[in-house]
């Protein structure tokens, strides 16, 4: 799952370098080859897609699917790249565990759990798993301050 991991990071960084904010960053936009660790992979469906003005630019646009969407979307704030990097993280989240972080079925617990609740990587038996460097990972791109969040670097 690292190596599949990276390369949707590498994939992400280079729509990065031109500007491009995917935005729709999920599961099932993930195409691989095999189910090998060295499969091909491919990021799909770029209908979200959006090309800012400059590596700092930013758009407020809502878009995107329940359970990828970062805090600062939800709190109605501009958002840039950073918003890849919260569904990056959300998607190794799913993969680990089978599940999305922060979900509700409920709109507006899922929107509580996003935007206040803390990622608790010991409370679940899968991502307890994780080295110190995947849990490190896993919090920084789910940091819900955008300042402090990983960036696709």
Not at 73 to 97: K, N, S
Request: with cysteine; net charge positive; charged share 30%.
């Amino acid at each position: 799952m690292k190596k599949i991991i990276l390369k949707i990071a590498v994939g992400v960084e280079a729509l990065h370098k031109r500007n491009i904010l995917h935005r729709d960053i999920k599961l099932e936009n993930i195409l691989v080859t095999d189910l090998t660790e060295d499969t091909g992979v491919r990021i799909g469906d770029m209908g979200s897609a959006i090309r800012l003005d400059s590596p700092t630019g930013k758009t407020n646009f809502m878009i995107g699917t329940p359970g990828y969407i970062a805090p600062e979307m939800l709190r109605g704030e501009a958002y840039g790249f950073a918003f890849d990097v919260w569904a990056i993280g959300a998607l190794m989240h799913a993969l680990v565990t089978m599940e999305l972080p922060f979900w509700a079925d409920d709109a507006k617990e899922r929107q509580r759990k996003v935007c206040r609740e803390p990622l608790d990587v010991e409370a679940n038996r899968f991502l307890q798993r994780l080295s110190q460097e995947g849990k490190d990972l896993l919090r920084g791109m789910l940091e819900k301050k955008v300042d402090r969040r990983y960036t696709i670097h």
